[in-house]
């Protein structure tokens, strides 16, 4: 199976507070796990990335938790402010001879209140 | 270092017209990924292609959809006889190489279709 499940579709944080968005994925093979982030018109652009030799990962106010054997991976955004108001696609590849192409998640909106 | 460029960002096209989406990869990238995001959806893969090579095309619908990178010149996917189901963001990424466990892909900003 190659679908990565993204929750929650959309997410209202106030500023400051703490967003945690989750994402399940079904096929093992996966071994790159990014996050992208992307803005209305735009396209996205990675945020931060695991792959799934560590259970977490951080940079800055964004980190990654990683559970092998749930095979789920979680995006946490500390202290969130306005401008973090996007969407956001967990995405998961396989490497192999045919390259690194992606499975992105559903999305989810997120929207940090004032 | 200027990055993935895509012309032209947005295209109106008419039932039964052909679209033609270019993406130009960032300079010295030499592998293109191209994506289809539906409105209110996640980005779906379409292709995969090296310089004159088309590497894994099984995200592509098997009628209407082509894409090439020639040697010289932009990626380019071309859509004939357009439907309004087409309508969409189509996207293109670029690496620098395959190899490495964490290449990553850099975007473009799209090209919406909009199918009348």
């Known amino acids: 199976q190659q679908q990565v499940k993204q929750s929650p579709q959309s997410l209202i944080v106030q500023k400051g507070g703490i967003s945690i968005i989750n994402c399940a994925y079904e096929n093992t093979a996966f071994d790159y796990f990014p996050w992208y982030q992307q803005f209305p018109g735009k396209g996205p652009a990675l945020l931060i990335a695991i792959r799934p030799d560590v259970s977490e990962k951080k940079e800055g106010r964004f980190t990654i938790s990683f559970n092998k054997s749930a095979k789920q991976f979680s995006l946490h955004i500390m202290d969130s402010q306005p401008g973090d108001s996007a969407t956001y696609f967990c995405?998961?590849?396989?490497?192999?001879?045919?390259?690194?192409?992606?499975?992105f998640g559903g999305g989810t909106r997120l929207m940090v209140k004032p | 270092n200027a990055g993935v460029m895509q012309n032209p960002r947005h295209l109106v096209r008419r039932r039964g017209q052909e679209a033609r989406l270019r993406c130009s990869p960032m300079k010295g990238h030499s592998h293109v990924y191209w994506y289809r995001q539906l409105p209110e959806e996640g980005l779906k893969f379409m292709v995969y292609l090296q310089k004159e090579n088309i590497i894994d095309e099984s995200g592509m619908p098997k009628e209407r959809f082509s894409a090439e990178f020639p040697k010289e010149g932009p990626s380019i996917l071309r859509i004939q006889q357009v439907v309004r189901g087409d309508s969409a963001a189509y996207f293109c990424?670029?690496?620098?190489?395959?190899?490495?466990?964490?290449?990553?892909?850099?975007f473009g900003p799209g090209t919406r279709l909009t199918v009348l």
């Open positions: 995405a998961a590849s396989r490497h192999n001879n045919a390259g690194n192409m992606l499975t």
């Open positions: 990424a670029s690496s620098p190489r395959w190899g490495g466990l964490t290449d990553t892909q850099y």
